[in-house]
């Protein structure tokens, strides 16, 4: 069994769309920036309004805003990111269950449900508050 680790929303402008639901959902707030994440971004020529990946923390779920240029048709908007102990033994319990497999990486799965929607099983780490 899993939990939801994150919401992962595919959007054009991260920062914007961050901002927007931590304003309207109580409790959420954009997770804050350390120097290390800083250096990170301008070393790939980013910053924090322009960061590729921008997180919203609350009482639920947290929440991922990525940027995917353009609308794809053959991939969820919103999806989740599940958190799991043992990747493998949960993909072969979730095809079971009749969820099809996308695409195997080195740190997590995407697979569909039974009626095509795209989540993702993630691998459980240490450094991952859960």
Do not use: K
């Not at 929303?9 to 959902?25: R, S, T, V």
Request: hydrophobic residues 45%; glycine residues 6%.
């Amino acid at each position: 069994m899993g939990s939801i680790q994150e919401i992962v929303f595919d959007c054009e402008n991260p920062a914007n769309l961050a901002n927007f639901w931590a304003e309207i959902l109580e409790g959420y707030h954009v997770r804050d920036f350390d120097q290390v994440a800083v250096d990170r971004l301008a070393a790939l020529g980013f910053n924090p309004e322009t960061d590729t990946a921008v997180f919203a923390d609350g009482p639920g779920p947290s929440m991922c805003f990525q940027n995917v240029e353009g609308r794809r048709y053959d991939n969820n908007r919103v999806h989740f990111d599940i958190l799991v102990q043992d990747r493998a033994e949960e993909v072969e319990r979730l095809t079971a269950a009749g969820a099809a497999v996308v695409q195997m990486l080195p740190t997590y799965a995407v697979l569909r449900d039974p009626e095509g929607n795209q989540f993702c099983l993630v691998d459980a780490r240490e450094d991952i508050a859960a």
